[in-house]
């Protein structure tokens, strides 16, 4: 790797030479994961129509999220065990399973089979794209890596609902599976052409965190269990076992030798902690928008699938846009995008919960205002995500730095997650599927965003603290084993 200072690194660094292929075979990880969420989402009907299985329809969502989140949190470990090479390459071969066998599944049984497999290798290639950029690329690289992976959804977001609706509508859903595989193909050569054989040793136990996933898992699925129907006490219990199960979790993590996340993670004066929540509270904030606005703009705005999908796209496109242009971002214009994203994403979160729920007749007058606050959703957490990334990277102590890594996408995994099942909560007991139709689809959309606003404004504080850490150069930042400069100003 080059060692170059920060301040002159620049995109042609990143995307020029050896470095283009290893960037492509990275953000393609992230890209394969991300499509075929988008994929899946749009052709479940179909397969449903197709198949059968109405009853597990929430689950084939569900099985793919948990397993993402096992797959995610075993990627440091399997760095170790086996090598970056072999792990993505195999991590690859396992989603490839997984999809053959969604395009060729006979019954919903068989279907959810492969997106459990799908889901693990998924969030092994999902959480090795993050965990690799500090093995192959230097220092001042990171934050436009980080950019160029997170961006992967933004792309995502445009070509899965493409590919998953143009087979759908022509009754052929299976060849959205399909056309998955030739990409995944190409990808696991890319990793053998250009990813280092082995990578570095970290002291921490290398075993399976196997109590703190399993409470992870059992959280996720409480909440997913919980949305089902819009019951308040059964949405209460669901809530509360699986606030009990978090908590249970945090208190095994910090007793365990053998952890998913950094030590420091749990300490309330640490910059982790303020880190690891203003990650959670921002990916909460994008996922309980993402999920319904294709619903809300098809119900009470008359938009065809197609178009409310690629509105709906415009939030995924904010965040992209503000993450490669924020990335080569430095010093003061680090901490004042950090600052500055959750109130951007809070204000497009209040203007949502105004401008959406009343119906329209869909012409573009009305529905550009929407649109625009999608877009500065997506924008603001976009502007701080790289940073906060590379962050959690620069803070993590030497011997944790491998664990850090895999973290990242643990986090927002469990945070997407979470945020998704608690939407369905919020949505369903609001009205979502009472029988007045779109009475009870505007008052869905309301306290949908009212609610959810309240992530990006707590995440205000969270960012506000991240920001004076690094204003306030901490002590435990110099001694993470990452050759930084005390007085350097690109922090």
């Given amino acids: 790797m080059n060692s170059f200072d920060r301040d002159r690194a620049t995109w042609s660094d990143l995307l020029g030479g050896r470095n283009a292929v290893r960037s492509i075979a990275l953000a393609g990880g992230v890209a394969l994961h991300a499509i075929n969420v988008y994929i899946a989402t749009t052709i479940l009907p179909s397969v449903v129509a197709d198949i059968g299985g109405l009853d597990y329809y929430a689950w084939n969502t569900t099985l793919f999220v948990v397993a993402s989140i096992v797959g995610s949190a075993l990627a440091a470990r399997a760095i170790e065990w086996v090598g970056p090479r072999a792990v993505y390459m195999s991590a690859g071969l396992v989603f490839a399973a997984g999809t053959l066998l969604c395009a060729t599944a006979p019954a919903m049984s068989s279907m959810l089979a492969g997106r459990l497999i799908q889901g693990f290798g998924g969030g092994l290639l999902f959480a090795l794209s993050y965990a690799l950029i500090r093995l192959v690329f230097a220092e001042a690289l990171w934050p436009r890596a980080m950019a160029l992976v997170s961006g992967m959804w933004g792309v995502a977001t445009l070509i899965g609902p493409a590919v998953g609706g143009i087979f759908a509508q022509v009754g052929a859903w299976r060849y959205a599976f399909w056309s998955l595989l030739p990409a995944t193909g190409v990808f696991i050569v890319l990793a053998l052409l250009v990813l280092p054989k082995r990578g570095d040793r970290s002291s921490f136990d290398t075993g399976v965190p196997m109590k703190q996933l399993a409470l992870l898992s059992a959280a996720v699925l409480a ?92 939030m995924a496109g904010g965040w992209t846009v503000a993450s490669v242009a924020s990335a080569g971002a430095t010093g003061r214009r680090v901490r004042r995008s950090i600052g500055v994203s959750p109130v951007l994403a809070g204000i497009g979160m209040v203007a949502l919960a105004a401008l959406v729920p009343l119906r329209t007749s869909g012409s573009w007058t009305s529905l550009a205002p929407m649109g625009l606050a999608l877009f500065v959703v997506g924008f603001g957490v976009g502007l701080a995500w790289p940073h906060l990334l590379t962050r959690v990277l620069q803070v993590a102590p030497a011997q944790e730095q491998a664990l850090a890594s895999s973290s990242i996408t643990t986090v927002q995994l469990f945070a997407t997650a979470s945020g998704a099942a608690l939407a369905g909560v919020v949505a369903n007991l609001s009205g979502l599927t009472e029988a007045n139709g779109s009475i009870g689809t505007s008052r869905a959309a309301f306290w949908l965003f009212a609610a959810f606003a309240a992530a990006p404004m707590m995440a205000i504080v969270t960012c506000a603290r991240v920001a004076r850490d690094m204003r306030r150069r901490r002590p435990d930042v110099a001694s993470s084993g990452i050759a930084l400069d005390v007085n350097d100003r690109s922090l």
């Fill in 223 to 314: 909440l997913s269990i919980s949305s089902i129907r819009p019951a308040l006490a059964w949405n209460l219990v669901g809530i509360v076992t699986a606030l009990s199960l978090t908590a249970l979790f945090v208190v095994v993590e910090r007793k365990a030798n053998c952890r998913l996340l950094p030590r420091q993670a749990f300490e309330p004066s640490a910059p982790l902690a303020a880190l690891y929540l203003s990650l959670g509270l921002l990916a909460v904030a994008v996922t309980a928008s993402e999920i319904f606005v294709p619903l809300f703009l098809q119900v009470l705005h008359g938009q065809t699938p197609l178009i409310a999908g690629y509105l709906a796209a415009l």
